[in-house]
């Protein structure tokens, strides 16, 4: 599903396009990559039009693949839900490795957004400036992930960080993670993880999901002249 990057239907530019090396872990196809979270059965959502939709009450769902460093993209719808209000209205949220919410509602037209609002890391950081395009219209994250470094014994020694665009514009610049946010899933917070998309019954949609693995990192040595 390689788009041009033209901005149409309300999706950024930025990444449109795939990396190559991507791992795709949704194209609108299919769930091949997906299991429902806590039994690990086929995946309930709708699948229509190249986009999932969450069935409210069917759960939240994870991709099969984990990761640890990575740059992430995906591309996300809220319901229009005009007598909905606050975490009512369009909620969602996407779990990087199933224990760091980034969350997903309409926040659509709020001035100063806060730490539940879309895009939040959830109760940690409020983004920086509102990004969010009016319900009904497709919107990307783009995120660059670090994850967290554990020693053998769970001990944290530095604490994971992320970088967020909602929508082409930076929400999240490089921010220290206090630790897994609520409803985070059990486990050592030094070991992969899944792409997380949650249930909380409302009718969200996402499409184009993409993930690209990072190298922990780059060479030590001056390289050659
Ligand atoms: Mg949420």
Redesign the pocket.
């Known amino acids: 599903m390689e788009r041009e990057c033209t901005a149409h239907q309300g999706v950024s530019c930025l990444s449109d396009a795939r990396p190559q090396g991507a791992v795709v872990l949704f194209d609108g196809t299919d769930f091949s990559r997906w299991q429902h979270r806590g039994s690990g059965a086929a995946v309930q959502w709708e699948l229509a039009d190249g986009a999932m939709t969450v069935v409210p009450g069917t759960g939240d769902i994870l991709s099969l693949d984990n990761f640890a460093d990575a740059f992430l993209h995906l591309e996300f719808r809220v319901p229009d839900m005009p007598e909905a209000k606050g975490q009512a209205k369009g909620?969602?949220?996407v779990f990087l490795q199933g224990r760091y919410?980034i969350?997903?509602?309409d926040s659509y037209g709020w001035e100063v957004p806060g730490k539940g609002d879309c895009g939040a890391i959830?109760n940690q950081y409020a983004p920086l400036v509102n990004a969010c395009r009016p319900p009904l219209q497709w919107q990307t994250y783009d995120i660059v992930f670090r994850a967290a470094r554990a020693g053998d014994g769970g001990a944290v020694s530095e604490p994971a960080r992320v970088t967020v665009l909602h929508n082409g514009q930076v929400i999240h610049n490089n921010v220290v993670l206090h630790g897994p946010t609520g409803g985070a899933m059990a486990g050592d917070v030094g070991a992969p993880g899944p792409l997380r998309l949650?249930d909380?019954r409302n009718r969200v949609q996402y499409r184009n999901v993409w993930l690209v693995h990072l190298p922990v990192s780059g060479s030590d040595v001056y390289g050659p002249q």
Do not use: D, F, R, T
Request: proline share 0%; charged share 10%; net charge negative.
């Open positions: 909620n969602s949220g919410e969350q997903v509602l959830y949650q909380h």
